[in-house]
Structures are given as structure tokens and as C-alpha cells.
């Protein structure tokens, strides 16, 4: 059901049930975009959440693993379950909990996490194009709820969705689509935590059930969709290389920071080189 505007225009905008405001012919409006197709609406926000849920159920069973290291490290469920709400970052919140069983300072922990949590820098500068125009509220309400997973959904579903421009009958670039896939993620990441911290006492060690590995399954998923073609083979395995290099080479978790800045400094040699990124190669 949808209410028309009462002036009788035939150019008047159109609100549905959904709230989403839209021409009569059903395209959105200038109130709905603000850089070329570029909108904020909650269809794209839903749209999100529901393409990153299977997603988010790989991410709980590590939520779990999450759980019940951090019982163990003496962590309350309220704490952890806090500490999972607000932070939202597994390898930190796991590199946090190892430190703290260790009797680490505040400090020191505050400082490794922040170098972990490094690439959040990376993935935002990424997402700026799109967000450029909107408001500070939808802008940091969306980044706050980032987590890997659902940037890199993010990022094919901007990509998808520029290639068309929704000219073909698809759908336009909508930036709520990070917001409602990070609530996904968060949901169940909570959720999950919750469920580790009162299971703790009879999953004494998470990798025996393979909680463990629900980290690595889910980025192998996803990286298997973004997977482009041969033209992404370097900056990959440049990614894997200096991964690898400081995991075995550097104690704690540097290597991810490694991993993305040299995945990510390759990807734009190439692209200044003049390579285009998305060929896939024949």
C-alpha cells in the first residue's frame, strides 16, 4: 500500500510501506540519494541483513569460541557479552582475552589491539566514496557495526550493483547495505558470545569441536566469491606471503596488519599501472 502525494502530480513522489520514499515510476528520489544513485533506505539496509546472515552463522560458531576462552580467562558473561557488544572485533577481542589470562597490563593490551585493529583504517578509506555525502549519524552508525565479513559483502555488493547502475531493473547502490549486514554480524556475534561463556564449563577446549575453524571457513567462503579472476592472483598472494612471513616471524597477531597492507599496497601498483582489477583473465 502506498500513499501518493495529494497535489495529484504526475511527478510527485510516492512513500511505501516499506518508508522508502520514491518517484511515481518508482525510482528513488533526490531525498533518497545524495551522489548519483547513492541511497540510505531501510530496503537496502534489510537487503543486507538478509544477504549476510548465512555469513553471520559461520561468525557465531566462532562467537561461541569467543565465549568460552574468554570464561575461562575469567571473564563474567556480562563482561564478555559487553566486551562483544562494543567492541565487535574477533582477533582483537581473542588477542585481548589472551593478555588478559596473562595478567598483561591495560596498556599493553589497549596498544596490541589498536595495532590489530589497524586495517579498520583500510576498510574505511575503502567505503568513503559512498558515504562521502551522507549524514555523520548514518555514516558512523554504519561504520561502528563493520566487521570484515560484511565489508567484503559490502564491497561486491557496491561493486554489483555501480556495474548496472540499477538501469537493467536492479538494485542502485544503497550505503544502508553495511549497516543492516554489520547488524547481522552483530547479532549473532553477541548472541553467540552469550552462549559460549554459559557453555564454558562443558567445552574445555573449542578446537576439539572445530568452533576454531569457523573463522577460516567463513573467509574462505567469502573470498571464494570475490575471487575475480587471475589479474587478483598478486596482490593475493603478496597478502598471503607477508602473512605468513609475520606470523612466523612476529609473536601475536601482526600478521594480519602485514597481510592487508600488502595485499592492499600491490592492488594499487596495479591499478596505478593501468591494470584493471576486475578482468578476469583468459
Do not use: H
Amino acid at each position: 500500500m502506498t500513499e501518493t502525494d495529494s497535489s495529484g502530480d504526475r511527478g510527485g513522489s510516492v512513500t511505501t510501506a516499506d518508508g522508502d520514499e520514491s518517484e511515481a515510476d518508482g525510482r528513488p528520489t533526490a531525498d533518497a540519494t545524495s551522489t548519483g544513485r547513492v541511497a540510505f533506505s531501510r530496503s537496502g539496509a534489510r537487503r543486507g541483513f538478509r544477504d549476510c546472515l548465512p555469513v553471520a552463522v559461520g561468525v557465531a560458531g566462532y562467537g561461541v569460541a569467543f565465549g568460552v576462552l574468554a570464561s575461562q580467562a575469567g571473564l563474567s558473561a556480562a563482561e564478555a557479552t559487553l566486551m562483544s557488544a562494543t567492541v565487535l572485533a574477533g582477533a582483537a577481542q581473542l588477542l585481548a582475552v589472551d593478555l588478559w589470562a596473562a595478567s598483561a597490563s591495560v596498556a599493553t593490551i589497549v596498544l596490541a589491539t589498536a595495532a590489530v585493529n589497524l586495517r579498520y583504517l583500510l576498510l574505511g578509506a575503502t567505503l568513503r566514496p559512498w558515504f562521502a555525502d551522507r549524514s555523520a549519524l548514518e555514516t558512523y552508525g554504519s561504520a561502528f557495526f563493520t566487521a570484515d565479513e560484511n565489508w567484503a559483502l559490502t564491497m561486491r555488493a557496491f561493486a554489483d550493483a555501480g556495474a548496472t547502475d540499477g538501469a537493467d531493473g536492479s538494485e542502485p547502490t544503497d550505503a544502508a547495505y553495511l549497516l543492516g549486514s554489520g547488524l547481522a554480524i552483530w547479532l549473532l556475534w553477541v548472541a553467540a558470545t552469550v552462549v559460549g561463556t554459559l557453555a564454558s564449563d562443558g567445552v574445555a577446549d573449542p578446537a576439539r569441536y572445530g568452533l576454531d575453524a569457523a573463522f577460516l571457513a567463513v573467509f574462505v567462503a567469502i573470498a571464494v566469491d570475490l575471487w575475480d579472476g587471475r589479474t587478483d592472483l598478486l596482490p593475493w598472494t603478496a597478502a598471503f606471503v607477508a602473512a605468513l612471513a609475520t606470523a612466523v616471524a612476529v609473536p601475536g597477531r601482526w600478521y594480519l596488519l602485514a597481510g592487508a597492507l600488502a595485499g592492499g599496497l600491490v592492488g594499487v601498483r596495479r591499478a596505478d599501472a593501468g591494470v584493471d582489477s576486475r578482468e578476469v583473465g583468459g
